[in-house]
């Protein structure tokens, strides 16, 4: 922590590239020249959470679509058709369209599909998330947003969102009950970059010793525009954000970076060569995104409440997105330019059978 903190203070542009130099070195150390591809499939964007900054807010009047479990499945082949085998389930937290029955059965659908099934989802608790583990997930994410208290207590006013103890315990409820990969980060732009990159190393640090037997990641997501029109409060330059990203590599030489179509492309392309170890790729950030799956149940919604709407002539009627993204490369435009940058982009990189399972029932 002490390393981190050196690293993150005001350095020049000699320093930037010396710490560069060094980042790279140690990515290539520890994970070679690979580079592990994935996508997003949203499942819902339903929410009860009023969440200032987030597009899915329960305040934004936009529409939301909860995908039926075969339109899932229909996302999750699509993807696996574009080569994906690594796919990140995200669904906005409402009990009432995204239950654990739910979940556990569009996990099943898609590990039939796709060896490895990460979940972005509201936290549970770890007795809720061995089912899930069993159906065929091996992976979690869950950012806490926000590191500062006062900043997070601000930011969240209404919804179980607002309990900033019980999302701090997510990871290690979740490595508890069994998931191999524990994601974690913080979204920039809420608080002080710097003050944000303490604490979510400090997280990191102390989930690397009680969590020994997950892999951890580290993700760096900077806000970008949704619904709700919200600011970042303290922007993050591109030059800081890469001294960011070269400063956990050198300070946690072994845990996996990721870097979403958050990003612009050329950014993305200079950072994969710096210590980032996992990217998405032709992600879609609304349900029904890929194929247009579900979009006949679109519905607005004003302050968690279903009004009326009828599309204009012409009109598209499709679930609002999260947030918009920067890179609209498709995934094998993104592949190749891998292979031109000399890397191998991985698109596959676990199996149920290394748990001792195969398919996607979880059964022996």
Excluded at 242 to 258: D, T, Y
Aim: proline share 5%.
């Amino acid at each position: 922590m002490r390393r981190l903190a050196g690293l993150l203070r005001p350095v020049d542009g000699a320093g930037l590239e010396e710490m560069a130099r060094e980042a790279r070195s140690l990515t290539q150390r520890h994970f070679g020249r690979t580079m592990r591809l994935y996508a997003p499939l949203y499942l819902s964007n339903e929410c009860i959470n009023a969440c200032k900054y987030c597009g899915f807010s329960r305040d934004n009047a936009i529409l939301r679509v909860t995908l039926a479990v075969d339109d899932v499945e229909k996302e999750a082949r699509y993807l696996a058709e574009k080569g994906f085998r690594s796919i990140l389930l995200v669904a906005g937290e409402h009990p009432r369209f995204v239950s654990e029955g739910y979940m556990e059965a569009c996990v099943r659908r898609v590990a039939a599909l796709a060896p490895s099934v990460s979940l972005e989802v509201g936290p549970l608790e770890e007795a809720a998330y061995r089912p899930l583990v069993q159906a065929g997930a091996d992976g979690l994410v869950v950012y806490q947003e926000t590191y500062d208290r006062e900043c997070y207590a601000d930011l969240h006013t209404a919804g179980p969102k607002k309990d900033f103890d019980w999302r701090l315990g997510c990871p290690e409820r979740a490595a508890a009950a069994g998931f191999k990969r524990v994601g974690i980060g913080a979204l920039l732009g809420l608080a002080d970059w710097r003050e944000e990159a303490l604490r979510l190393g400090a997280h990191a640090d102390y989930l690397l010793r009680a969590c020994w037997r997950s892999f951890l990641t580290v993700s760096f997501p900077r806000l970008r525009p949704a619904a709700g029109e919200f600011a970042p409060r303290f922007p993050l330059g591109d030059r800081e954000f890469v001294q960011l990203v070269c400063a956990f590599r050198i300070a946690f030489p072994r845990i996996g970076l990721v870097l979403s179509t958050r990003e612009p492309e050329r950014l993305r392309d200079h950072l994969a060569c710096l210590g980032v170890t996992h990217m998405s790729a032709g992600s879609h950030t609304e349900p029904g995104g890929y194929t247009g799956a579900g979009q006949e149940l679109a519905h607005l919604t004003v302050r968690g409440r279903p009004v009326p709407f009828i599309a204009s002539e012409g009109e598209h009627q499709s679930a609002t997105q999260q947030f918009a993204i920067a890179d609209e490369r498709p995934a094998s435009e993104v592949a190749h330019r891998l292979l031109e940058m000399g890397f191998d982009p991985v698109w596959k990189d676990w199996d149920q059978a290394l748990a001792g399972t195969v398919g996607g029932d979880g059964s022996a």
